[in-house]
């Protein structure tokens, strides 16, 4: 069904929950996966003192650049244990859903997952995230990958079958049984 899928990869500790899913989606299709990282903007902040210790546009996207390629390799490298095809690229733009639309649609990608914090609508709005922009702008499908919470990962751990107890013979349980009565 799904060709080649474009995981959007950022600085953010959920991403790796959607590189996972992605990455084993991808695997169970046969599909090509596609990373990509959108750069952060640099904004100069308006102030009536001198800013020190600001880094220049150049340094900005020197470090921006090399923080994203090293989220790109960690991505890469959970690929490459799955044993599924991949490329990387990094973009920027004026607006994150637009490059991440713009991306997919070039690289011909036929879903986009990306990870979400969990946070709702509004607090998504404030801190700048890019799903609302995607739900309204792409015409390719949206796989919204949360992080599971503590609460699912008991469950997925408390979901594997117990280890099976040893049998014990009748005549030790019927022994352990008296000495008890007996003290």
């Not at 490329?87 to 979400?116: P, T, Y």
Request: positive net charge.
């Amino acid at each position: 069904m799904y060709r080649r899928i474009l995981i959007v990869v950022a600085p953010a500790p959920t991403t790796r929950a959607a590189v996972i899913e992605g990455v084993a989606l991808a695997k169970s299709q046969t599909a090509e996966v596609f990373f990509f990282s959108v750069l952060p903007r640099y904004v100069v902040p308006v102030a009536d003192m001198p800013l020190l210790g600001m880094p220049s546009p150049a340094d900005f996207q020197r470090e921006a650049t090399g923080i994203a390629g090293r989220h790109l390799a960690a991505a890469s490298v959970v690929a490459d244990k799955a044993g599924v095809r991949h490329r990387h690229a990094v973009g920027a733009g004026a607006d994150d859903a637009e490059c991440i639309v713009d991306a997919a649609l070039k690289h011909h990608c036929d879903l986009i997952v990306i990870a979400s914090a969990g946070r709702n609508a509004v607090m998504r709005l404030i801190s700048g995230s890019a799903i609302p922009g995607l739900i309204t702008q792409s015409p390719i499908p949206i796989l919204v990958v949360r992080q599971p919470t503590a609460a699912v990962r008991k469950k997925r751990v408390a979901a594997v079958p117990p280890k099976p107890r040893p049998v014990r013979r009748k005549a030790e349980a019927v022994t352990r049984v008296r000495r008890r009565v007996a003290t």
